[in-house]
C-alpha cells in the first residue's frame, strides 16, 4: 500500500513538472502558405511547448489589414483583428509590419505578439531571402517560439545571447545566432 501511494506521488509530481499545461494553439494562415511551412511548424510548437496544434482553414488577407501605403500588412491591425480567447499563430507569406517611429511608420518584422496574450503573427517574407529552405524553416521555428513566449508573458531576453527572447532589432542575424532554446531564466518565468 506504501509503495503504491509513493507511486501515485510521484506520478503526480511528475506530470505538474513535465508539461506547461497541455493547451491548444490553433495555426491560422493569411493568405497562401505552403503546406511545408504549416507542417513544420505544427511539429515545432508541439514539440517545444507541449500544445495540441491544430490548423485551421486559410483566411484571406483582406484590405482592412493593409498598413498605409497599402504594400504590407500591419501587424497590430492583425492581431486586433483575430484576437480571441483562443490560442492563435497567425503566419502568412506576405510582408508585415509595425510602426517604429515616425520616420518609420511601416518598420518590416518577422513576427509580432501580444505580451501577454493569445495571438501572435508571423511572416515568412523577411526570412527567405536567399536562403535554402532547410534555413527558413529553422528561422520560422525561432520567430514562432519567441511571438509564443512574449503571448506567454516574457519580455526580451538579455540574460544570454543564444536564448530565443533575445530581440532581433531587425536583424535575421541576431534570429540565426540563437539556438532553438529558451534560457533557464526564461522558462522559469513561463513556469
Ligand atoms: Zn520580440
Ligand atoms: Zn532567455
Known sequence: MKKITILILVLLLATSFVSIEPKTIYIQPLGNV?????????KSVESF????????PKQNLTSDILAGSKTRYEAGKILKKY?????????????IAHRKSNEFPEW??????YRPGS???ISTFRLKKNVSKA???????KVALHEIGHNLGLEHCTNDKNCMMTSA????KQVDREKKWFCSKCWSLIK
Request: net charge positive; hydrophobic share 35%.
Open 49 to 56: 511547448f507541449g500544445y495540441n496544434c491544430v490548423v485551421k
Open 108 to 113: 518590416g518584422i518577422f513576427g509580432l505578439g
Open 83 to 95: 484576437n480571441s480567447n483562443e490560442n492563435v499563430l497567425l503566419i502568412t507569406e506576405k510582408d
Open 169 to 172: 532589432s531587425g536583424t535575421v
Open 119 to 121: 495571438t501572435c503573427v
Open 34 to 42: 505552403k503546406q511545408e511551412y504549416i507542417n513544420y511548424l505544427k
Open 135 to 141: 534555413k527558413l524553416l529553422d528561422r520560422l521555428k
